[in-house]
């Protein structure tokens, strides 16, 4: 969806921004839920060929080393499940952060996030947003409001009419009813 293809169908200027906004949000939406999902097969992959080692690596072992190697495995895995969940909650974060910093009109993120206080903010993964965000960007807001866009709308240029008098000279019909066509003679 193209913003010119917006104003081909005679939408106008707010309306189109609106709609935009809102393609925005779902596109984000479903970026992150791309990422997110590659980062997931990525890690199961990687997970199913160790797992294919290891139950390769099962087959000469004798019983009491079965046990043993069975149980390191375990541990590998439940680390492995908790370092997938570490980089999967990291990913939601950063898409949600770049997101939000679209949203506020951040015109450098990078420089925008080199400024936030990462520590002190927190996904929220029932509504994807960001806690603590907000408060921090009003801050940098005061700061360095010249990393946001402005709020005041894009003044709108109006070119020349068709060169009609605004208001009638005094005494101009008069000169013209005499039969001078652009008024007394000029000597």
């Not at 160790?50 to 099962?58: K, P, S, V």
């Not at 009003?138 to 709108?156: A, V």
Request: charged content about 30%; aromatic content about 4%; hydrophobic content about 40%.
């Amino acid at each position: 969806m193209k913003r010119d293809d917006l104003k081909a169908m005679g939408i106008a200027d707010e309306a189109i921004d609106a709609i935009m906004a809102a393609h925005g949000k779902d596109v984000e939406s479903h970026k992150t839920a791309v990422a997110t999902a590659n980062a997931e097969l990525d890690n199961l992959k990687a997970q199913l060929t160790e797992a294919g080692t290891t139950i390769e690596g099962f087959k000469a072992l004798k019983p009491d080393e079965l046990k043993a190697a069975a149980d390191d495995y375990k541990a590998k895995y439940e680390q492995a499940q908790q370092e997938s969940a570490k980089q999967l909650s990291a990913l939601k974060f950063d898409h949600a952060l770049d997101g939000s910093l679209t949203a506020a009109k951040a015109k450098n993120s990078k420089a925008v996030k080199a400024l936030l206080d990462v520590n002190g903010l927190k996904y929220n993964e029932a509504d994807g947003s960001i806690l603590g965000l907000k408060e921090q960007l009003e801050e940098i807001k005061k700061e360095s409001d010249y990393l946001f866009e402005g709020t005041q709308p894009t003044p709108k240029i109006v070119t020349g009419g068709n060169n009609q008098p605004i208001a009638e000279i005094p005494g101009l019909a008069a000169w013209k009813a005499a039969g001078f066509k652009d008024g007394p003679p000029k000597e």
